[in-house]
């Protein structure tokens, strides 16, 4: 029963909020959401259908373009998918310098997240530039790798393009040493801040049972403790070789979401310092002999799904026998995370609409593709 | 690591409780008959043989004479995987398959993709509408016989 006319009001495409292009409908009554209607496709630039007409190595520079904060982690399952098409068999000196550039790329896009939400809370500019300072450093190192910090186009079929210069070690020590302290500075700002935690506990709760229903994973799935990560569950790479934990947490909330991405910021950096004890010298990716420059993979088809930092991430390939793919699908986390959008928003206020969105984590590069 | 379901096994499997709804099969995958692909589904995730509770991933292909509907799913508690497709619109005509929504709420948005995408109409999806692009919007993009370097994309000659 509504004691006030309902409105609705369209929230979007552009707005500061809205961590890209996108469109709410969104009806309330006085200040409380009744319904919610998301409107997608403002950045749909085809790259379905344009990696119809590249060849094999040419499409990783359109998988940059779609999580544009996790390009890494793009390249990763890209790549990951045209070597199951094709049974390549990677280097392994590639294979440890492209989980440290993924697991860097996590712990950066996880601080894009948290900074996210600081801001979206209403803290304007100041604990957002704490995060995206610490993510600065990070795209340094990718700079060292591979010349770009954004679009990296840095892995190949069986590894990556070029082995990391001298200089690249030791800065990666410094930036992993600071990380933690970071990371510190961050948690102390969401737990231990009330303003925060009694805004954001409790709020957009999701069941269990709902979000795998949904089809939705990665760190919210978590933080509903559910244990399901796939570089635990079904290791790629050499993830079977690194042990490391999976933080959970049982609330499934706003806060649930964001402490997770904080914890498994940390087990990234773990996880890093075991890729250094085992790395050795050699080739960092096959010989041109072995994987030509131009694939021809046989006809048949291939999905690979990685452990992105909004979830799982995945491409399905089909080859027809021809130098680039006849079909490539996305698997995109971003856009099937949003699935229980309505349920998480219904009935909240308005002021915890961006908050419950912001903690998705989503990009509207992939959403939108 | 995840255990793959071998298609033909699956197949096996599935014939018990479905006689007539398996295509064919190989090693990896199993085709269902377009008209089962709902009773199949409800299978795969009730009975506690398969348990499969997420739907990874579902997409279409076009194999110009026909559409190809796959679906990745897997079981959580038991870790395994499988890979489900059908074959619809058989001479291009009307492709047309019940909708998945009521087994997995995941192919909500990824079903109206696909429609938008590849005009493959979903029978009982709760929200039957185009997902990126805007509604009047002539043909689907991810066709094969689409014409992508036409510029006049609001010409009513195109279908």
């Keep these: ?369 | 690591m995840t255990d793959e379901w071998n298609g033909n096994s699956l197949a096996t499997a599935l014939a018990g409780e479905n006689p007539d709804a398996i295509e064919s099969c190989n090693r990896t995958d199993v085709w269902v008959k377009g008209e089962h692909i709902l009773q199949i589904c409800f299978t795969l995730r009730d009975n506690p043989e398969f348990g499969f509770d997420l739907l990874n991933s579902l997409t279409a292909v076009d194999y110009l004479d026909y559409f190809e509907v796959v679906y990745h799913i897997t079981s959580l508690k038991k870790n395994a995987s499988a890979v489900i497709k059908t074959k619809v619109g058989q001479g291009r005509n009307n492709p047309v398959l019940a909708s998945v929504v009521n087994v997995w709420r995941g192919a909500d948005y990824q079903e109206r993709e696909v429609w938008d995408l590849f005009g493959i109409t979903f029978e009982g999806h709760p929200n039957h509408k185009r997902l990126f692009l805007w509604e009047g919007y002539p043909g689907h993009p991810l066709r094969k016989d689409y014409i992508t370097y036409d510029q006049s994309i609001n010409s009513e000659e195109r279908g």
Aim: with cysteine; proline share 6%; glycine share 6%.
């Design chain 1, 1 to 369: 029963m509504s004691t006030t006319e309902p409105i609705t009001v369209n929230l979007g495409p552009q707005h500061p909020s809205t961590h890209g292009v996108f469109r709410m409908r969104v009806t309330f009554d006085g200040e409380e959401i009744i319904d919610v209607e998301p409107v997608f496709g403002y950045l749909h630039r085809g790259s379905e259908k344009l990696a119809e007409e590249r060849t094999y190595t040419q499409v990783l520079t359109l998988t940059d373009r779609m999580d544009y904060v996790s390009s890494m982690l793009n390249n990763q399952a890209y790549m990951l998918a045209v070597e199951k098409l094709c049974n390549v068999e990677p280097s392994p000196r590639g294979v440890w310098l492209r989980m440290i550039a993924a697991e860097l790329q996590r712990v950066a896009s996880h601080l894009v997240a948290t900074g996210f939400l600081i801001q979206d809370l209403g803290a304007l500019g100041t604990p957002l530039i704490y995060a995206m300072r610490q993510r600065e450093y990070i795209l340094d190192l990718f700079e060292m790798l591979c010349g770009a910090r954004i679009t990296n186009s840095y892995l190949r079929p069986g590894g990556v393009f070029m082995d990391a210069p001298d200089e690249f070690w030791p800065a990666l020590d410094k930036v992993l040493n600071d990380i933690p302290n970071a990371l510190d500075e961050l948690e102390e700002l969401l737990s231990g801040n009330e303003i925060i935690t009694s805004r954001t506990q409790g709020v957009s709760i999701l069941l269990p049972e709902t979000m795998v229903n949904a089809s939705i994973t990665g760190p919210m799935l978590r933080a509903g403790s559910v244990d399901w990560d796939l570089r635990h569950r079904n290791p790629y790479d050499f993830y079977d070789q690194i042990n490391f934990q999976r933080p959970l947490h049982s609330s499934s909330d706003n806060f649930a979401r964001f402490w997770v991405r904080i914890q498994e910021a940390r087990e990234s950096v773990k996880i890093i310092y075991q890729c250094l004890e085992r790395i050795e010298p050699g080739c960092v990716r096959p010989s041109f002999h072995d994987v030509p420059r131009l694939i021809r993979p046989e006809p048949g088809d291939a999905y690979a799904a990685i452990e992105g930092s909004k979830g799982e991430l995945g491409f399905y390939l089909v080859s027809d026998g021809s130098i680039a793919p006849y079909r490539c699908h996305v698997r995109a986390p971003s856009l099937i995370n949003l699935t229980l959008l309505r349920e998480m928003l219904v009935g909240t206020l308005f002021n915890d609409l961006f908050v419950s969105f912001g903690s998705i984590d989503l990009n509207m590069g992939e959403v939108d593709r």
